[in-house]
């Protein structure tokens, strides 16, 4: 079985997913945040976002061959270099598409998850965002679910098909 990389905006659920998918899957985010040893606010505040995107490719390259399942972090396909990696690879690549507003609203209500780019962000600003990023997620997609309105378990059957 190929790895499959979940990928998507934030609030799509890649986490979620896939925890759901497997025990032994990869949250990306928390191997970064195991390997810094702070949390990934704190390193873009100190280092930024370039140093972050270089830590998260080569962080992308060492699990995809350990692990079936991979949750990457939102902006995995903001560096050409992921991008590339992620359609070269033998492997599947789920783009977890979501509604703007609905996805919006999950990012506001998740108490949890900091989120560095959406920390000093307004909504217009957060939606540009979204939308250059909606057209980098579908150019690396080898399959494309939209999660809006539908239940984790029911995003699960879709990708499990």
């Not at 979940?6 to 990306?28: C, E, N």
């Not at 505040?45 to 399942?69: C, Y």
């Not at 217009?124 to 057209?135: G, K, P």
Request: hydrophobic share 40%; glycine share 6%; net charge negative.
């Amino acid at each position: 079985m190929k790895p499959t990389f979940l990928i998507g905006f934030m609030g799509s659920g890649k986490s979620t997913i896939a925890k759901l998918l497997a025990d032994d899957f990869v949250d990306l985010d928390t191997v970064i945040v195991e390997k810094i040893g702070m949390s990934i606010s704190d390193f873009f505040e100190q280092f930024g976002e370039a140093k972050f995107r270089e830590l998260e490719t080569e962080t992308l390259k060492s699990v995809s061959t350990t692990h079936q399942i991979i949750s990457t972090g939102g902006g995995i396909v903001m560096s050409e270099e992921n991008r590339q990696f992620l359609k070269d690879a033998d492997v599947n690549v789920v783009y977890l598409e979501g509604d703007f507003d609905k996805l919006y609203a999950r990012i506001l209500a998740d108490k949890e998850n900091i989120r560095p780019i959406a920390i000093s962000r307004t909504r217009e600003e957060l939606f540009d965002i979204y939308q250059h990023r909606a057209d980098l997620y579908d150019a690396v997609a080898t399959h494309k679910i939209c999660v809006t309105d539908k239940t984790p378990e029911e995003i699960v059957k879709e990708i499990q098909l």
